[in-house]
């Protein structure tokens, strides 16, 4: 029987006179006798991350043909990029947005992020899901509501411009598009390198201005008293993270994009590399419990932006292909379109590699992950709100069953982000509003 080991213990040594730390996965001996905990009684929580990609599918290929568990059923030509990792995916197929379809590419994103509708002059009228499972899982981390990356900058024409994640209305978090950003971010808080002791005079300043803005909340009106919430709130994260910096213990070095993906492309280019890059920083966020939460944007709602890599050129996947405009005929942009769908998933499953392949625990990540994967439309060209892509990724540390196609035609597609919440947790007795309200989950995908 192993004997008991610190959750934070890192292999340390020497490489070319320089010292290095190695951070060593949840081994055994960090946890209790069932795996479930540390063995100081702080439980393992899971990890949330928000993938979305814009411009929809085409049901046809995307909607496995068989439903079931297991050997029950096959991956659709849409998803077989995915087939390295059937055993943690659940394809939730049938399920219908039923917030009305106001506004082109927007309604339906708010509508399976937040449950409500988009907002007619702003964003969207209610927290995404995945700030909801923020609040109950992650205020005790560098990053209180979350890592938000994303690969093309590209405009969706107004929709949800390039966001989604929203801590509320007109409070989005952006994503950031460069992995070398990040990765200077992360390598800052993994404990690898010693804190700044400008980062102690710092913390001292903002906790003077912390508190002298709390002074003015009593002689500001509503609105400006939100304003000034969201302000400490800002202040509040940049607190943690200075803590977090101060007093983190080592957790390695996180992979050097600019090393191992020099030809990645520009920020707010679409490239598997990029993706690549992205999703090895998350993992190693995921891993060091820098975060449990994140989000992922590939293309924004209605995303304008071309897919040369996956041999599109260099016209625009919305309107060439998802619309089904291009000039070269309709099965030309069928085709095309098929093959930007799956290229999306190609980007997906580097994610999902780098996932499965970090230990953590009893078993690795993707175990204890939870990934909801999802669109801003269902088929595009006629901006169809049924059979709406939505897939649910991992483990959930043994709360999801995985290996799955489950069909429920005409369902209300809230189900998903609401069964996602209480996986994590949360007592609420219901998510969304209006159309999008919701107080069942789906019993099929839990265990």
């Not at 393992?44 to 439903?67: M, Q």
Request: proline share 7%.
């Amino acid at each position: 029987m192993s004997r008991p080991i610190p959750r934070r213990t890192v292999l340390r040594g020497m490489l070319a006179g320089v010292a290095v730390a190695l951070p060593l996965p949840r081994l055994a001996g960090m946890l209790d006798g069932n795996g479930t905990a540390y063995a100081d009684g702080t439980p393992l929580l899971p990890r949330y991350l928000t993938w979305f990609f814009g411009n929809g599918i085409d049901p046809a290929l995307w909607v496995p043909a068989a439903v079931g568990q297991g050997a029950a059923w096959s991956l659709s030509p849409s998803l077989m990029p995915l087939a390295d990792y059937k055993p943690w995916l659940s394809v939730l197929s049938g399920y219908e947005v039923k917030i009305p379809a106001l506004y082109a590419h927007k309604s339906a994103p708010a509508a399976v992020l937040t449950g409500a509708q988009a907002a007619m002059n702003g964003d969207v009228t209610a927290p995404s899901i995945d700030q909801k499972i923020a609040d109950l899982v992650n205020k005790d981390t560098a990053f209180p509501s979350g890592i938000h990356v994303g690969i093309s900058n590209v405009t969706g024409a107004g929709a949800l411009d390039f966001n989604i994640s929203f801590s509320g209305p007109n409070a989005p978090n952006p994503p950031n598009y460069s992995p070398a950003d990040l990765f200077a971010t992360l390598l800052g808080l993994s404990g690898a390198q010693e804190p700044d002791p400008a980062l102690f005079r710092r913390k001292n300043i903002l906790d003077a201005v912390a508190e002298e803005t709390k002074a003015l909340q009593g002689r500001l009106g509503a609105e400006d008293r939100m304003r000034l919430d969201r302000h400490l709130e800002g202040i509040g994260e940049l607190q943690t993270q200075i803590d977090a910096t101060i007093e983190s213990a080592d957790c390695g070095v996180p992979i050097d994009p600019d090393v191992a993906y020099p030809d990645r492309g520009e920020d707010g280019s679409i490239s598997i590399a990029r993706c690549q890059a992205f999703a090895d920083l998350l993992a190693f966020a995921f891993s060091c419990e820098l975060t449990r939460v994140a989000s992922f944007v590939f293309s924004c709602a209605a995303c304008h932006a071309p897919y040369t890599e996956a041999g599109l050129g260099t016209v625009t996947f919305h309107e060439d292909f998802g619309h089904r405009l291009s000039p070269m005929g309709i099965d030309y942009a069928m085709n095309g379109f098929h093959t930007g769908v799956a290229y999306a998933m190609t980007g997906l499953a580097e994610l999902l590699k780098r996932f499965r392949d970090m230990p953590d625990g009893a078993g690795n990540l993707l175990d204890n992950a939870a990934i909801y994967t999802t669109s801003c439309v269902a088929q595009p060209w006629d901006h169809r709100m049924d059979d709406f892509p939505l897939l649910v990724i991992g483990k959930g540390g043994g709360l999801l069953r995985g290996d799955l196609h489950h069909r429920a035609a005409g369902d209300n597609a809230s189900k998903v982000p609401f069964s996602l919440l209480k996986l994590f947790g949360s007592q609420e007795p219901s998510f969304g509003v209006a159309e999008g309200l919701v107080s069942d989950t789906i019993p099929e995908l839990l265990v």
